[in-house]
């Protein structure tokens, strides 16, 4: 009998050191589960409060986990996204609908490249907004693979502006090609002028040549040489000046380079008319000899009336008459 006691009493001692590892166990696998959920009570209240609307897709493609953020985005609930056929047929636009159909299932399939789509969604309210998806493949602690987690944000503003700045880009390239189209035709016009001008003084220019090449040479010709030589000197004579349309060449002037002969007037009250023609055939890019023709003068008489407005004009010497106009 005291041998079998022993026993007993031995086993009592080995299942009471069974129980008390057991109870450890109990409560170390009780502390571990509690610290697991608590973790994941971390986690899902940071995804549920999160600002984005987070997303969680198993491997077959249906949403094992919804943020109520989705509310505030598509004035749909979690639970109504999550018992619906899917996002795509619940919300996406219709012209996004392939394209947000081949992302997903890349994703799902660990095949993209390039982990963010941006699509259409239309609202509860029938709104039509952008969003923004990234995703990324969720493993456990083994490596097995439980799917994708997807982050959506609403870019409809971000879109807005984009397309604000676009239309803003084209319109300063409408206007930067409708005043490269203006300039052009004032460049055409600015040369015509000054090709007229240049022809006119050309031609004064030789006919007046023309009738001082006479007038040397009259009296040692012959009577008849004589009489032939003095009627082409009348009709050089007749024809010989020419003078210039002023308001021809004001007009283009005008059109040319608006507002330049009322900027010098208003600026520089003491100007006259000779001033002012003076003023636009150098504002033309006229030179003095070309000028000359024009006004049927000499060049030197052009340089005079160049000094004599300089003064008029007050400009410095070290300032050229041409660049101040050019300015003005």
């Not at 700045?165 to 490269?180: A, G, H, T, W, Y």
Request: with cysteine; proline share 2%; glycine share 4%.
């Amino acid at each position: 009998m005291t041998g079998e006691k022993r026993d007993h009493t031995k086993r009592i001692e080995e299942l009471e050191q069974e129980l008390s590892r057991l109870k450890l166990d109990l409560e170390n696998s009780k502390f571990q589960e509690e610290q697991e959920r608590e973790k994941r009570l971390f986690y899902q209240l940071i995804a549920e409060f999160a600002f984005a609307w987070e997303l969680w897709f198993k491997p077959n493609g249906n949403i094992k986990y919804c943020s109520p953020s989705c509310y505030d985005l598509t004035g749909y609930t979690a639970n109504q996204i999550i018992a619906s056929p899917g996002i795509a047929a619940l919300l996406v636009y219709d012209a996004d609908k392939e394209k947000y159909s081949n992302f997903l299932t890349g994703a799902l399939n660990q095949t993209l490249v390039n982990q963010t789509l941006e699509f259409r969604v239309l609202t509860r309210t029938k709104q039509l907004r952008w969003f923004m998806m990234n995703v990324r493949g969720v493993y456990d602690k083994i490596g097995k693979y439980l799917g994708i987690r997807a982050s959506v944000i609403d870019i409809s503003r971000l879109k807005d502006a984009m397309g604000h700045i676009s239309e803003l880009e084209r319109s300063k390239e409408f206007d930067s090609r409708n005043k490269q189209r203006l300039q052009t035709e004032l460049e055409l016009k600015d040369r015509e002028l000054v090709s007229f001008l240049l022809q006119l003084s050309q031609k004064n220019e030789l006919l007046t040549k023309a009738v001082h090449l006479i007038q040397s040479n009259e009296f040692s010709q012959t009577k008849k040489p004589a009489l032939i030589l003095q009627q082409l000197k009348d009709m050089l004579q007749a024809n010989a000046v020419q003078p210039v349309d002023w308001s021809m060449v004001e007009n283009q002037v005008e059109k040319i380079h608006p507002g330049f002969l009322d900027r010098l007037q208003k600026r520089h009250a003491v100007v006259s008319v000779n001033d002012k023609k003076l003023c636009s055939y150098i504002r033309l890019g006229l030179s003095s000899k070309e000028i000359a023709g024009l006004l049927n003068i000499t060049s030197k008489s052009v340089e005079i009336s160049r000094v004599r407005l300089r003064k008029k004009l007050g400009i410095k010497t070290q300032i050229r008459l041409v660049k101040y106009l050019e300015q003005l």
